[in-house]
């Protein structure tokens, strides 16, 4: 249960920073935690390029700057969409 309020607190923080970073439109609580937990994701695979993660680990432990950069690279398409 821990972890997935911890996703929401990263989430948010790492989609707040990029919509404050691209000056993007407001999405919400709500829309500011999927973009950043999606944000997430995307980041964690782009680190997974550049290194590869743990034996047995689905996802990169990106952190919390590979985040807000998956992030901002989300608000980026959906600004062009």
């Known amino acids: 249960m821990l972890h997935i309020i911890w ?3 990263v989430g948010f923080i790492a989609g707040f920073v990029a919509q404050w970073i691209m000056g993007g439109g407001q ?3 709500i829309g ?3 973009v950043g937990i ?3 994701i995307i980041g964690g695979y ?3 390029l550049f290194s ?3 034996a047995g680990s689905p ?3 990106a952190g919390l700057l590979m985040s807000i950069l998956g992030a901002i ?3 980026f398409i959906l600004s062009r969409i």
Request: glycine letters at 8%; zero cysteines; a positive charge.
């Open 46 to 48: 782009i680190a997974r």
């Open 27 to 29: 999405y919400g609580f």
């Open 52 to 54: 590869k993660p743990a």
């Open 32 to 34: 500011t935690v999927i």
């Open 59 to 61: 996802f990169h432990p």
């Open 73 to 75: 690279l989300l608000l």
């Open 38 to 40: 999606v944000g997430s």
């Open 7 to 9: 996703y929401i607190i």
